[in-house]
């Protein structure tokens, strides 16, 4: 038995040869040992010699075969492919190519304005029927008023009124009351040798964290460099969601690994990532909170003073439901004592016909819409222009 045991080990030896050689055989190389190497799977670059070694000196590479224990052991699993680089489009123009959804989603306002106002006779019913439509539109009973006051007195002025009239004559009331001196561009451009610093706040539910992925991607297509903080870190699904976003188009995400985590302090560490990578903007998701926490606002304002700590917040973000109506005005008075806001992004706007809340929230805070969400889509986040928000209202 035990010849014979000696017999098959001298057979193993001559047939792996001499020295592990072919076993360490380059990929391609050809040789009676060629086909065992691809089975073994050891068919990468021969080890280098030592420093000392010279050529012609006989000396060899002291290579260490494997042992049965390696060659048997189970190969550890692949990691998940990347998501390969998206090129996103540039947002300038996105509204535009927008405007038939839009259009179509906002119909039933502008046709029954224009409809009762197109009436041969316009009474005081009429009137208080304009004024219904309005407010059901969420503009707000102060500016649904006013609005239908003007639109009295501009008929009254001007006599008989053609389709083409009454259009004009709407659309320059609407765009009146949308239009506001606030500058609605975002500040994402580097200054003092700093990114920009963008903090997105809403309620759960809103869009918020892909709104920033959104947003990632627009500034991605205008050739900015983004870095995202994943300071949303009590919904577990939150960090991934935004790292996925920031993966499509090559944007860095500093998230915590722990559950958790203290939403400034990861925050902090986006910004201070930004500082180091020379990225123009920092863009930071936070959590979803109620507006009626008052500890979880604390918390909110905790995150702005933290970040302040270490170079300013350039933007504060607002993410409004469309649909919501006046609850979101009341979100929004809320969230604006606590952090400042500068700006509002509304979502949702495709799916409602009460775009009126455009009027209604610039009104109550004197804070510009600045983006709008009008689909599904990872491009249909939009820099808001209200001509032709006006002019989808009224289909034209």
Known sequence: MTAYIIVIVVVAVLLLGVGGTVLLRPRGMHGTRRGRARELDLTGPLPKASDNTSPGSGTTSTATLPTAAELLAPSAPAAPPRPSLEKPPPSAGRMVRLRARLARSQSGFGNA????????????????????????????????????????????????????????????????????????????????????VVLVVGVNGTGKTTTCGKLARSLVGDGETVVLGAADTFRAAAAEQLQTWGERVGAVTVRSDKEQADPASVAFDAVATGIEREAD??????????????????????????IEKRTSVDEVLLVLDATTGQNGLRQARVFAEVVDVTGIVLTKLDGTAKGGIVIAVQRELGVPVKLVGLGEGPDDLAPFDPATFVDAILGG
């Open 113 to 196: 304005l224009l409809a009762l106002l197109s009436r041969d006779r316009l009474d005081d019913e009429t009137w208080d029927e304009v004024e219904e439509v309005l407010i059901t539109a969420d503009v707000g009973v102060t500016p649904a008023r006013q609005i239908t006051s003007d639109l009295q007195t501009r008929v009254k002025v001007e006599g008989a009124r053609t389709p083409d009239e009454v259009r004009a004559m709407l659309r320059g009331e609407l765009l009146a009351q949308v239009e506001t001196e606030a500058s609605r561009s975002l500040r994402t451009q580097r200054h003092e040798g700093r990114p920009a």
């Open 281 to 306: 903007v920092v863009i930071i998701d936070t959590a979803g909170r109620l507006h009626t926490k008052n500890d979880l606002m604390d918390e909110l304002g905790k995150v702005k003073r933290v």
